[in-house]
């Protein structure tokens, strides 16, 4: 099920015709979860064998930022039938100075179950920092995100430059956990397979910014509320629309990793995002 959206589409255009709704008006079925993966492929990334109980399970959340830091949907708790399954194998050694050698093999599988890729990642911690999930952690995530995510890239031809508008993408606010990053670089992958051109290299200056301002509701009976409003506006404030969005989650279950969620969210929000681009783009020059 993808993350719903209930409040769609604020034209802030006068004197233009109300700009069609890309999604149902739609209240979620009663204990549908937001945590629920999107429809294009991502990484399911399970808890490292090998690994004391808290390491193996932040090595899994360690690797699933890693993956979003490049742009690939990931997470630790949800997946759906085209979801590829990573599994960490830890080893782990005594140095003569108390320390211990640590190696990860991540191994990737396709929905198939059929290995894809693999990638190794090694560091020196301390025996208490690989018991208790301490510092050299992402170091054994990080170094091999890059290549994973290239095994599972998308196919889709790169935005042509030139006379397409630049959108900037700006870090959300107000989101528990790594929301605010999270939910910001899914929507700029998003916004990415949909061609939209991205002022995100070296002296681009945007035409137009999305801002993201997450509210979560006080828990009752267990549950809270999560808003999402993404709003198209000009570098000066001026705004063009937004698109809103909302649902019940497990109280707390937000508030350390997003993974897949962020994308699931951005994967729809963005068809809003992107007719609010088409009909600014195509309004008369001094709509008003």
Not at 26 to 31: D, E, G, H, I
Not at 133 to 151: D, H, N, R, Y
Request: proline fraction near 10%; hydrophobic fraction near 45%.
């Amino acid at each position: 099920m993808r993350f719903p959206v209930i409040a769609a589409l604020l034209l802030a255009l006068a004197a233009c015709q109300p700009l069609p709704h890309p999604f149902e008006d739609s209240a979620p079925p009663p204990n549908s979860p937001l945590i629920t993966p999107p429809d294009s492929a991502g990484i399911v990334v399970l808890p490292v064998t090998g690994a004391p109980n808290v390491t193996a399970h932040d090595l899994a959340d360690a690797m699933a930022t890693a993956l979003q830091d490049n742009d690939v949907p990931a997470g630790t708790v949800a997946r759906n039938r085209g979801s590829y399954v990573l599994q960490g194998k830890a080893t782990a050694s005594g140095m003569p100075d108390g320390k211990m050698q640590v190696t990860v093999d991540w191994e990737l599988r396709g929905p198939d179950g059929k290995m894809t890729g693999e990638q190794q990642a090694s560091t020196i911690m301390t025996a208490s920092a690989w018991q208790d999930s301490g510092a050299g952690i992402t170091a054994l995530a990080k170094p091999a995100a890059p290549q994973l995510a290239k095994l599972i890239a998308s196919n889709n031809p790169a935005p042509v430059g030139g006379a397409d508008p630049l959108i900037a993408v700006h870090q959300a606010t107000g989101a528990p956990g790594d929301g605010d990053q999270a939910l910001a670089t899914a929507m700029a992958a998003a916004l990415r397979r949909a061609q939209v051109s991205l002022a995100d290299f070296p002296g681009a200056v945007p035409n137009y910014v999305v801002e993201v301002v997450v509210a979560v509701a006080p828990a009752v009976s267990g549950k809270e509320k999560v808003s999402i409003a993404w709003t198209l506006q000009r570098p000066n404030g001026d705004q063009i629309g937004q698109v809103k969005q909302e649902n019940a989650v497990e109280a707390g279950s937000l508030n350390k990793v997003w993974g897949l969620t962020a994308f699931d969210a951005a994967n729809a929000a963005a068809p809003g995002i992107t007719a609010l681009l088409d009909r600014v783009k195509h309004a008369p020059p001094n709509a008003s």
